[in-house]
């Protein structure tokens, strides 16, 4: 039987290796990571989903969150979403990964819709 990792643990392991990512020792993107995954396990407790990366353009993102895409267009240019479009050429891309992260993400510091 597995044990369960509980949230004081991750927010434990987050405060010792947020001086590790600020000294340099870890990048800021790998303590993010890190701490996602810990806290998806916590909640879940089950690992985060493997996620083949891919760009999408504005009307899958919008597909994939559930909204209208003239309300997704609408939001993104009031910067209401935590993930950056990518450009492609002249085309307007989003990580699909970014995307679900913000999708089950519980912080409700990282929604300003």
Known sequence: MATQI??????????????LAENGVLTIPEEREIIAHLTYLAQKGEELPVIMPKLID?????????IGFSNFKKLEKS???????????TSVRYRNAD??????SEDPSEINI
Do not use: D, S, W
């Not at 509980?6 to 010792?16: D, E, G």
């Open 79 to 89: 910067n209401a979403f935590p993930f950056k479009r990518r450009m492609v050429g």
């Open 6 to 19: 509980r949230p004081n643990t991750v927010k434990l392991i987050a405060k010792l290796l947020h001086p």
């Open 58 to 66: 504005q009307k899958e993102a919008a597909e994939m969150l559930g």
């Open 99 to 104: 995307i679900i992260k913000f999708i089950l």
